[in-house]
Nanobody, 121 residues
Framework: VQLQASGGGLVQAGDSLRLSCVLS????????MGWFRQAPGKEREFVAV????????YYSDSVKGRFTISKDNAKNTVYLQMDSLKSVDTAVYYC???????????????WGQGTQVTVSS
């Protein structure tokens, strides 16, 4: 399984970004897909997860109401729409995949390379 994340960049507070992550090498619909982030000097933390069938979605409290996770099975892609961005959202964002459904970093077996999101205030 390979994961390729993209879409990061430098934006101002209040702006929006959409991250994408393409899964290859296996059947996309076999996997639950998560987004995590890691700010400098901090541990990697959960952001959002969507189940393989799209029926279960969870968000961290810090992004709930501002971020939206979605998936397009035809494109083997999971998205993270980030609105009303704040400076505290600055981090490297990682997509992850696993056959189990979890919000825990250590439960995921497959990780993308990360994409930098920087929000200036």
């Amino acid at each position: 399984v390979q994961l390729q994340a993209s879409g990061g960049g430098l934006v101002q507070a209040g702006d929006s970004l959409r991250l994408s992550c393409v899964l290859s090498g296996d059947t996309f619909t076999d996997f639950n897909m998560g987004w995590f982030r890691q700010a400098p000097g901090k541990e990697r933390e959960f952001v959002a997860v969507i189940s393989w069938n799209g029926r279960s979605i969870y968000y961290s409290d810090s992004v709930k109401g501002r971020f939206t996770i979605s998936k397009d099975n035809a494109k083997n892609t999971v998205y993270l729409q980030m609105d009303s961005l704040k400076s505290v959202d600055t981090a490297v964002y990682y997509c992850a995949a696993d056959r189990g459904f979890s919000r825990l970093v250590n439960d995921y077996n497959y990780w993308g390379q990360g994409t930098q999101v920087t929000v200036s205030s």
